[in-house]
């Protein structure tokens, strides 16, 4: 009877040591969100550019995809993001690119941008269904 419990909890942790790097791995793999986003001009004047975002996130914190204007083109969106911490380009690196930092959690973004005299405000939250 002994053996036979022995057996059983040896199986069990090595199945559980095994499988404990699945765990890792999945928390850590790549994710794709699709954002309803907003763009707030706050400054020089009010404005709002309502669109959507399709970013897809590495397991290493790189951040690819493409935001696209309500009546507009897509356009090519490139970041980064570590714990919550986040950035974006919205953009080429043209005159008007556009250069968000601030957070990012499970798909809820709330960042700022400063472009020559515009003060903007970039709200993203995941698509319902």
């Given at each position: 009877?002994?053996?036979?419990?022995?057996?059983?909890?040896?199986?069990?942790?090595?199945?559980?040591?095994?499988?404990?790097?699945?765990?890792?791995?999945?928390?850590?793999?790549?994710?794709?969100?699709?954002?309803?986003?907003?763009?707030?001009?706050?400054?020089?004047?009010?404005?709002?550019?309502?669109?959507?975002?399709?970013?897809?996130?590495?397991?290493?914190?790189?951040?690819?995809?493409?935001?696209?204007?309500?009546n507009g083109r897509f356009?090519?969106?490139?970041?980064?993001?570590?714990?919550?911490?986040?950035?974006?380009?919205?953009?080429?690196?043209?005159?008007?690119?556009?250069?968000?930092?601030?957070?990012?959690?499970?798909?809820?973004?709330?960042?700022?941008?400063?472009?020559?005299?515009?003060?903007?405000?970039?709200?993203?939250?995941?698509?319902?269904?």
């Amino acid at each position: 009877m002994k053996s036979i419990l022995h057996r059983v909890f040896t199986t069990a942790a090595i199945g559980a040591m095994l499988l404990a790097p699945l765990g890792a791995q999945a928390a850590s793999a790549e994710r794709n969100y699709q954002l309803n986003t907003r763009i707030i001009l706050q400054r020089p004047q009010a404005g709002e550019f309502d669109g959507t975002m399709q970013l897809r996130v590495t397991s290493d914190g790189i951040v690819s995809g493409y935001y696209r204007p309500d009546n507009g083109r897509f356009i090519a969106v490139t970041g980064g993001v570590s714990d919550t911490t986040f950035w974006l380009d919205i953009g080429s690196l043209g005159p008007d690119a556009l250069h968000f930092t601030g957070t990012f959690n499970d798909g809820h973004i709330d960042a700022a941008a400063f472009a020559g005299d515009r003060d903007l405000k970039l709200v993203s939250q995941p698509k319902a269904g």
